[in-house]
Structure formats: structure tokens, C-alpha cells
T-cell receptor, first 113, second 109 residues
């Protein structure tokens, strides 16, 4: 079946702009995760949804970052007033529940100039 | 602080040999353990998971878990050049995954 999809695959934006990154999880997966990966590092957790609600947003670095999942399927990660330090690959993963296997999408490479 | 430690490598092995990748973790309550393979420029791909002490085999891959020593490893038998990638260890305890920085494996033909 179809895996996790993410759009766009690449996003270049200027410092201070607003961006939205989209994730479409595997059909039927109730858990959805956002991670961020910088070069040479493992993915770092940002936020986790179980259904429509954000069950854990402790990884969001500051209030410029926000994510929604209004219908319990597609999720959007929103970044306001982007900074050069936000440049990274943003990864989305989905799974059947907390503690279980997670399957990653191809990621969105964000570059803030 | 929850940490997952891996040797960054590169680990170089000849084609056909066994590659042994190691990972230690600090959270003694961790319950689930995962190995992901990540090719350059690609996203992580789940290749093995293990929940209980002991060995779990899947094809050429074997995951080994020792909770008392807080140690998990991945063995790749009959290594192939296509196995060359970064291998990420990840653990959780009913929380989102905590990843190590990964070990870069190079299989030399």
C-alpha cells in the first residue's frame, strides 16, 4: 500500500517568512509524528498526534512552531518567522500507536536563506 | 536525560563479512528498540525491531537485545555493497522515538 507522503520535497524560503509542510500518513495509522533531522544527526522529535489531538508537543523548539491534524489524517507543520537555524530535513512518520513501529515519509528539506 | 549512543564510524567491512553495529541507551525503562537504515539523501527505513531480550532474526539481519546491559546490536550477515548506509538505533518507552546519531557502514567490494 501507499506509504507516508510529504509535500513539498524541497522548500527554500527567506528568513522571516512563514512556511507550511504537509504530511499524509499511511491509511489507518492513528499515530503521527514530526521529527527534524540536521546533517550528521539522528532525527529529533518535535510533536506527536494520536488521532486529532497533539498528545505530546514537548519537542517543539519554540512558539514559532505549530502543527495541526484537524481530521485525524493529514497533518501540517507550520513555522512562523523562519530563521536560518530552522534549515533541516523535516520528517513525518506514522504508526498504529505509541510504542510501536514508525514508518517515515521521504521528508521535506527546508532551507532558510 | 534520555540518550542513545552509537559509534559514528565509518565501519568498513569486506563484502561477504558480518557487520556488527552497536548501540547503548541510558533510559532503563525503554521498552521498544528499532534499527533504521538511512541511505544518503533519503529518509530512515525501518529494518528491524525488537521488544524482548535475546535475538531476533530476519533474513540476513539479526537484532540482539540485552536490557540488563542496556545494549542493542544489529548483525548483518553476508554484507553487500548495497548495505552501505547509516544505521540509526532508536528506543522508546511509550514515548516518541529517541535516536542515536547513527553508524556509517561501508561494505567494500
Amino acid at each position: 500500500g501507499a506509504g507516508v507522503s510529504q509535500t513539498p520535497s524541497n522548500k527554500v524560503t527567506e528568513k522571516g517568512k512563514y512556511v507550511e509542510l504537509r504530511c499524509d500518513p499511511i491509511s489507518g495509522h492513528t499515530a503521527l509524528y514530526w521529527y527534524r533531522q540536521s546533517l550528521g544527526q539522528g532525527p529529533e522529535f518535535l510533536i506527536y498526534f494520536q488521532g486529532t489531538g497533539a498528545a505530546d508537543d514537548s519537542g517543539l523548539p519554540n512558539d514559532r512552531f505549530f502543527a495541526v491534524r484537524p481530521e485525524g489524517s493529514v497533518s501540517t507543520l507550520k513555522i512562523q518567522r523562519t530563521e536560518r537555524g530552522d534549515s533541516a530535513v523535516y520528517l513525518c512518520a506514522s504508526g498504529e500507536g505509541l510504542g510501536g513501529e514508525q514508518y517515515f515519509g521521504p521528508g521535506t528539506r527546508l532551507t532558510v536563506t | 536525560q534520555k540518550e542513545v549512543e552509537q559509534n559514528s564510524g565509518p565501519l568498513s567491512v569486506p563484502e561477504g563479512a558480518i557487520a556488527s553495529l552497536n548501540c547503548t541507551y541510558s533510559d532503563r525503562g525503554s521498552q521498544s528498540f528499532f534499527w533504521y537504515r538511512q541511505y544518503s539523501g533519503k529518509s530512515p527505513e525501518l529494518i528491524m525491531f525488537i521488544y524482548s531480550n535475546g535475538d531476533k532474526e530476519d533474513g540476513r539481519f539479526t537484532a540482539q537485545l540485552n536490557k540488563a546491559s542496556q545494549y542493542v546490536s544489529l548483525l548483518i550477515r553476508d554484507s553487500q555493497p548495497s548495505d552501505s548506509a547509516t544505521y540509526l538505533c532508536a528506543v522508546n518507552r511509550n514515548t516518541p522515538l529517541v535516536f542515536g546519531k547513527g553508524t556509517r557502514l561501508s561494505v567494500i567490494a
